[in-house]
């Protein structure tokens, strides 16, 4: 059957991938005396569709699992998706408008179900997705952060918290999400780099039976109605006589004291600041500092309530309001005036809606305490960071780490296990179910009449993190009743049978932004249930960004499709065009080019096979030549795993990808086949080609990582192979020592046959036309007949420089081609000259510079060094071109 030109994908993708599975190559069980390696895949929303940041990520994961399972280790990499609460919740209910249902008329189960139908039918798009990127997941293991036994270990982990003392409910100020009316993590408030701009109010406060005002600058006017003091600096003159008094809010007149309290800076704004303690953070501080009201005038929804006073704000937008109040403002001569200025201003990740800083009765873990080991298993390098840079800013977060808000107004989620019997806000239990909720609310009512129906659960859901924060415990089922016990609050995994063996995973890959979202919370969960890491080493990608460094993204329409590109350039060509240019933790400009180089990579492994297939074999001895280059390439090839090895050992995925692809390209296709590669038409002595055959089998394995598809295919093309007998669980090399003398004699024998195919090429020599090479070099002796085959020489001859010659050097040796008579010796002078004027030229330019006392006595010697190396080879060069002139 003759072969293909080209290698196509398409003919080859999905055949193999199938061919994997019903082999069940990607499952994974525990077993004695093996090594497990595991990778928990960064579960994606079930609302997401690929796109490049899960491309790049489940590419290395990929390239990880399928080395680890070529190494002879139990490989288990788990899928999954995150139930993704917000955003799910958003899809749904927009999903229903479509429909003309609200959410408001339907009740909480109706409203799950639909969820569930939602999630039945799109939460799996994107784990269908990864398998056209070749992704080896054991799919038998998709776990789901809503299935039933890890809802389980969810609604467990809250129970043991809250008995440890660490999950509290109580009112504090939180980041509310208008839009999706909910409140969010503090990681979850995003802000624009560059800032955004904003108009800084001046308005005048009136003091109370005076006719003194004071001047406040405010971002948001429309919270001035629920203003309930001034705050200055005790030690700003300006002020402090003012201390103990009172000021009037504008348009309502409600007296509001005046504090002093030392957050007030003395140089910032007007040195008199607004407090509104139920909408700023730092004013809710000050209030409690001095005993302040509260007084909320904002709605979950953004608009304006009845406590603002002013009816024709109430219903109204806060954004609305705001403009409202302002033209108010000028019109009763108090707005002093508008400075434009920018400032960062937070927003909601999931809606892009501006934050609202709200008091809310909400759930709260107490991070301060639980946190500390995890710290310090990352500041000690126990877990690692890849690149360790990332330390500082974990160092910096776990430092200041604040109580972590986990309760969410959504109904998409595990439901907070809270059960209240009575109105009071202490009036509640904690438990994993009804039935043991009531027999806890009996005891502490002391009420045996109690039924489960005077029990009412906690509305709200847990944060989506607080739920993925167990994946790598979960997915393993490590909450079962078998292994975790509820007194202690610990696992025994020695009770498990696969999360003993599975657990800890060795490798995490993800994205630095979620390093605190979900990272360092899985490490907080792993030391908290079985006083062990969850993994070993966490490898963090950049950002993939495109040629202008803009973070690709559909609203810029900078994206491309990942199944496009997959179908255009294979998932081999796109999958290598990822990694060329990824180094860890920096972001990857990402350019189609990429992916197109990867494409021409297959086909050059394609070519190849087709050139070593295509030979036909003699029994004849193996050619001297033929058994030097063999020799070469096994050193090439083990000094090249060295490498190889040392770049995964340090998850340099980019340089490992450069090294395999040096290998392939430069060393086997462009040196090693062309030095034995038999006269056009002639056969090759049957020992080389097998052997050539071993060694292409060698150098596909170290692609199978990275290029899964064509190197199954080449695989199963090189030799006839038994059923099972397939590159996925082929032996992975192993390192071996290499000779370094035979790589550079092999370095010499590749410059010299170089410089001569550049003579060819710049002289118009034909390739098919054999010369002599005259030279008195005698480091060349072990490699000249190689040197004959791969340099087309009739030839090499020892001597000095003939007549009518062309000279190039190598090294210190110097070498000679006679001059062809299609040659126009006018135009090669011509050249010469131009060179010789221009190295002399350069030449003085160093000898000027060496001449000067200061850069000799001042410059750091190696510079000085190099300077003096540069007039030698200047020095060098000008005698051999004017040789060369003079010959001609």
């Known amino acids: 059957m003759s072969i293909s030109t080209q290698y196509d994908p398409t003919q080859v993708e999905d055949k193999w991938y199938q061919y994997w599975m019903d082999q069940n190559f990607f499952h994974a069980t525990p077993k004695t005396g093996k090594e497990a390696y595991t990778i928990v895949i960064p579960p994606p929303n079930v609302t997401g569709v690929l796109h490049m940041g899960h491309m790049l990520n489940n590419t290395i994961q990929d390239v990880l699992i399928r080395k680890a399972r070529m190494e002879g280790k139990e490989a288990c990499w788990v899928p999954g998706t995150d139930h993704a609460s917000i955003a799910t919740e958003a899809k749904v209910v927009k999903m229903l408008?479509?429909?003309?249902?609200?959410?408001?008329?339907?009740?909480?189960?109706?409203?799950?179900?639909?969820?569930?139908?939602?999630?039945?039918?799109?939460?799996?798009?994107?784990?269908?997705?990864?398998?056209?990127?070749?992704?080896?997941?054991?799919?038998?293991?998709?776990?789901?952060?809503?299935?039933?036994?890890?809802?389980?270990?969810?609604?467990?982990?809250?129970?043991?918290?809250?008995?440890?003392?660490?999950?509290?409910?109580?009112?504090?100020?939180?980041?509310?999400?208008?839009?999706?009316?909910?409140?969010?993590?503090?990681?979850?408030?995003?802000?624009n780099e560059d800032g955004e701009k904003a108009v800084l109010y001046h308005v005048k406060y009136q003091i109370k039976d005076s006719d003194e005002f004071v001047t406040i600058a405010t971002q948001r006017p429309e919270t001035i109605m629920g203003d309930t003091g001034i705050a200055v600096n005790p030690k700003d003159d300006r002020f402090k006589h003012l201390i103990g008094k009172k000021a009037l809010v504008p348009f309502i007149n409600r007296e509001i004291p005046i504090?002093?309290?030392?957050?007030?800076?003395?140089?910032?704004?007007?040195?008199?600041?607004?407090?509104?303690?139920?909408?700023?953070?730092?004013?809710?501080?000050?209030?409690?500092?001095?005993?302040?009201?509260?007084?909320?005038?904002?709605?979950?929804?953004?608009?304006?309530?009845?406590?603002?006073?002013?009816?024709k704000y109430v219903g109204q937008d806060r954004f609305k309001v705001r403009k409202m109040i302002v033209k108010d403002l000028k019109e009763a001569g108090i707005l002093v005036k508008e400075e434009e200025f920018v400032t960062k201003i937070g927003r909601s990740e999931r809606t892009n809606s501006v934050v609202e800083p709200k008091l809310s009765l909400q759930w709260f873990i107490k991070m301060k305490e639980i946190s500390k080991r995890a710290h310090k298993a990352v500041m000690d390098d126990e877990i690692q960071l890849f690149p360790s840079k990332f330390k500082n800013t974990y160092n910096h977060w776990m430092e200041n780490v604040r109580d972590w808000c986990i309760s969410r107004q959504l109904w998409w989620g595990q439901r907070i296990p809270a059960y209240y019997y009575g109105d009071g806000e202490n009036d509640f239990v904690v438990a994993e179910n009804i039935e043991q909720a009531l027999e806890e609310a009996r005891k502490t009512t002391g009420n045996e009449s109690l039924t489960a129906d005077d029990l009412k659960q906690d509305e709200d859901v847990l944060d989506t993190w607080a739920s993925s924060n167990l994946w790598p415990i979960a997915v393993f089922d490590g909450f079962n009743e078998k292994c975790y016990d509820p007194a202690t609050g610990k696992i025994d995994k020695s009770k498990n049978e696969e999360l003993n063996f599975f657990y800890p995973t060795n490798t995490l890959v993800t994205a630095p932004e979620i390093l605190f979202f979900w990272v360092a919370r899985m490490v907080i969960a792993g030391y908290e249930y079985l006083d062990e890491k969850p993994f070993e080493n966490v490898y963090l990608t950049g950002i993939v960004r495109d040629k202008q460094r803009r973070k690709m993204s559909k609203s810029l329409g900078n994206s491309p499709d990942p199944l496009d590109l997959i179908k255009q350039y294979g998932a081999d060509g796109v999958r290598t065009g990822m990694l060329f240019s990824s180094p860890a933790g920096n972001d990857l400009l990402f350019d189609e080019k990429?992916?197109?180089?990867?494409?021409?990579?297959?086909?050059?492994?394609?070519?190849?096979f087709?050139?070593?297939?295509?030979?036909?074999?003699?029994?004849?001895?193996?050619?001297?030549?033929?058994?030097?280059?063999?020799?070469?390439?096994?050193?090439?090839?083990?000094?090249?795993?060295?490498?190889?090895?040392?770049?995964?050992?340090?998850?340099?995925?980019?340089?490992?990808?450069?090294?395999?692809?040096?290998?392939?390209?430069?060393?086997?296709?462009?040196?090693?086949?062309?030095?034995?590669?038999?006269?056009?038409?002639?056969?090759?002595?049957?020992?080389?080609?097998?052997?050539?055959?071993?060694?292409?089998?060698?150098?596909?394995?170290?692609?199978?990582?990275?290029?899964?598809?064509?190197?199954?295919?080449?695989?199963?093309?090189?030799?006839?192979?038994?059923?099972?007998?397939?590159?996925?669980?082929?032996?992975?090399?192993?390192?071996?020592?290499?000779?370094?003398?035979?790589?550079k004699e092999a370095d010499l024998l590749f410059e010299i046959t170089s410089s001569v195919r550049n003579i060819r090429s710049s002289k118009g020599i034909s390739p098919k036309e054999a010369f002599e090479l005259t030279t008195n070099a005698k480091a060349i002796s072990g490699i000249s007949e190689s040197l004959k085959k791969l340099a087309n020489l009739s030839e090499i001859k020892s001597g000095d420089k003939p007549e009518n010659a062309f000279s190039f050097v190598v090294g210190s040796d110097e070498f000679f081609i006679p001059a062809s008579d299609n040659v126009d010796m006018e135009a090669e002078k011509k050249k010469i000259e131009e060179e010789l004027n221009y190295t002399r030229g350069f030449m003085k330019s160093v000898e000027k510079k060496l001449s000067n006392e200061r850069f000799v006595n001042n410059a750091p010697e190696q510079v000085v060094a190099m300077e003096r190396k540069k007039l030698e080879d200047a020095e060098a060069k000008i005698k051999t071109l004017e040789e060369s002139l003079a010959s001609l």
Not at 594 to 608: P, T, Y
Request: glycine share 6%.
């Open 97 to 191: 408008r479509e429909k003309g249902i609200k959410k408001s008329d339907l009740s909480r189960e109706d409203f799950l179900k639909h969820a569930y139908e939602w999630k039945d039918k799109y939460g799996g798009i994107i784990l269908e997705q990864l398998k056209k990127l070749g992704a080896s997941c054991d799919w038998d293991r998709t776990a789901f952060t809503m299935d039933s036994k890890y809802h389980d270990a969810v609604i467990k982990q809250f129970v043991d918290l809250f008995n440890k003392g660490y999950i509290y409910r109580g009112l504090r100020m939180v980041n509310w999400d208008c839009e999706a009316q909910t409140t969010i993590s503090n990681e979850e408030v995003i802000y």
């Open 259 to 311: 504090v002093g309290d030392d957050y007030v800076e003395l140089d910032f704004g007007t040195g008199c600041l607004k407090v509104t303690p139920a909408h700023d953070p730092n004013d809710y501080e000050i209030g409690q500092r001095h005993n302040l009201e509260i007084v909320d005038t904002i709605n979950l929804d953004g608009t304006l309530n009845e406590k603002c006073e002013i009816d």
């Open 594 to 608: 990429l992916c197109e180089q990867g494409r021409n990579f297959s086909n050059k492994i394609w070519n190849a």
């Open 610 to 743: 087709r050139l070593v297939s295509g030979w036909e074999t003699t029994d004849e001895s193996q050619p001297e030549v033929n058994a030097q280059a063999i020799t070469w390439f096994e050193n090439k090839l083990n000094k090249a795993l060295t490498e190889l090895e040392d770049h995964f050992s340090k998850f340099r995925m980019s340089d490992a990808l450069m090294t395999a692809y040096k290998l392939v390209w430069n060393d086997f296709c462009s040196w090693y086949l062309e030095w034995i590669k038999p006269e056009y038409g002639k056969p090759i002595d049957a020992a080389t080609k097998a052997k050539t055959i071993e060694l292409f089998e060698q150098v596909l394995k170290l692609l199978h990582p990275f290029m899964p598809f064509i190197t199954e295919e080449l695989w199963h093309e090189l030799k006839d192979r038994k059923d099972g007998d397939a590159i996925i669980v082929a032996e992975w090399p192993k390192t071996q020592s290499f000779d370094e003398k035979i790589l």
